[in-house]
């Protein structure tokens, strides 16, 4: 029988998907990791690894649920390793959209699901797939705490300049129209990281922090505190991303809705899933195939390359403002993560204005798909270190649920 320390399971619901690891939150060790997908379709089906080795798949049944997917995790999955399901003793659950209630970690129960259920106009294809992960993961680990860690809560300390929007203050104070931000978990990972590598508490650094996925966000963290982010009300604003726009002029919807007739969930529809890298490149929202597209001289993809670059630029320049200093640039996410090309092109745009000068080699070795989970990528005499560093949300997820342990 294998000996485990006390584990955490940290489970993150999509509206057809359940993923899901068991890991030591001391050394970040995972024993179990897998997703569910597909669920409530004919082809709903459960994959897993343990300890990282061969994955395994099966399927759940046509129609299966979040809840039919965690049963099976427990009842056929760690029915192969009775003492893992034992060691479990805390479980973490991802949640996009906290509003402004909530700034930390929070045991869940019947209050929080309920407060949850109310920002769901801020995060409607989210929070509605955490509640269903709740409610099952609750019922198939009843006797554990289960502890909301939300995306939003590292941004609660920005300052209102920072998270304010200008207008009508009753828009703000009845509707709570603001600033909240996403990908906090991440961001607050990077920052810690990051000031390790520096050799100094976070709270004596000043550090940019840049989560470039399929969505993307860019934070200021000063003093281990976040003071400014891209995304805004809704994960819409910001930096161009993979399907998602980015900043634009609010006219522009009023222009689709006029001269096109478009309804305003026709246009909610376009900034979110058909904008971006896809639109602009016409190839794809996923980089690879932009970056060769641009490689093989395709001008569309060349474009849509200079505008990400050129827009996150300008949110790392204007980050300088908040924080006075810069002492660290951080790279992360599938895209910052494993990206040489597009980290060479942002960096280029900052190099005459700030000094920031990159190391060609150390950039293109640095690949977290290749191994390489933390690398510095500028040259001696930069003005600013710059880190690619992988991100571990579901680190910081279990290392939160574990503080509700009694």
């Known amino acids: 029988m294998n000996n485990y320390p006390k584990t955490a399971l940290v489970v993150n619901c999509g509206s057809s998907s359940v993923k899901f690891a068991i890991l030591d939150p001391k050394d970040g060790h995972v024993f179990l990791n897998g997703i569910a997908e597909a669920l409530g379709l004919d082809d709903a089906r459960i994959s897993w690894k343990f300890n990282g080795g061969d994955k395994t798949e099966q399927s759940?049944?046509?129609?299966?649920?979040?809840?039919?997917?965690?049963?099976?995790?427990?009842?056929?999955?760690l029915a192969k390793d009775q003492a893992l399901l034992d060691s479990i003793v805390a479980c973490g659950h991802r949640i996009v959209q906290g509003g402004d209630i909530y700034s930390e970690p929070t045991l869940i129960n019947d209050e929080v699901e309920e407060n949850i259920r109310k920002v769901i106009p801020f995060a409607p294809l989210h929070n509605p797939a955490h509640l269903l992960g709740i409610d099952a993961a609750r019922a198939s680990f009843p006797s554990i705490p289960h502890v909301a860690v939300f995306d939003t809560a590292f941004h609660q300390t920005m300052p209102p300049k920072a998270y304010r929007y200008a207008i009508?203050?009753?828009?703000?104070t009845d509707l709570h129209l603001r600033k909240y931000g996403a990908h906090g978990t991440s961001h607050m990972f990077l920052s810690q990281e990051a000031a390790k590598l520096l050799g100094k508490p976070v709270?004596?650094?000043?550090?940019?922090?840049?989560h470039l996925g399929n969505g993307a966000s860019i934070s200021a963290v000063k003093g281990g505190k976040c003071i400014d982010t891209s995304m805004g009300l809704t994960p819409l604003d910001g930096l161009i991303?993979?399907?998602?726009?980015?900043?634009?002029?609010?006219?522009v919807a009023f222009f689709l809705c006029d001269k096109m007739g478009m309804t305003p969930e026709e246009v909610k529809e376009v900034f979110n899933k058909k904008s971006g890298m896809m639109a602009v490149s016409g190839v794809?929202?996923?980089?690879?195939?932009?970056v060769a597209g641009m490689k093989e001289g395709n001008e569309r993809c060349k474009l849509a390359l200079e505008m990400y670059a050129y827009r996150l630029a300008k949110f790392i320049a204007s980050y300088y403002v908040p924080l006075g200093h810069v002492d660290?640039?951080?790279?992360?996410?599938?895209?910052?993560?494993?990206?040489p090309v597009t980290r060479k092109l942002v960096l280029k745009e900052l190099e005459e204005s700030f000094g920031i000068k990159i190391d060609e080699a150390a950039n293109e070795h640095a690949k977290v798909f290749m191994g390489v989970d933390k690398q510095l990528i500028t040259a001696p005499d930069s003005s600013v270190k710059v880190f690619v560093i992988a991100t571990n949300e579901e680190l910081m997820i279990a290392r939160s649920a574990m503080g509700f342990v009694k």
């Open 60 to 77: 759940l049944g046509a129609g299966a649920d979040h809840k039919k997917a965690l049963e099976y995790l427990v009842k056929n999955v």
């Open 168 to 172: 009508p203050e009753e828009y703000y």
């Open 203 to 210: 709270e004596q650094c000043n550090i940019i922090t840049c």
């Open 241 to 251: 991303m993979g399907t998602r726009c980015g900043s634009i002029d609010a006219s």
């Open 284 to 290: 794809s929202s996923d980089f690879r195939p932009i």
């Open 328 to 339: 660290a640039i951080v790279f992360s996410g599938g895209v910052g993560e494993n990206g």
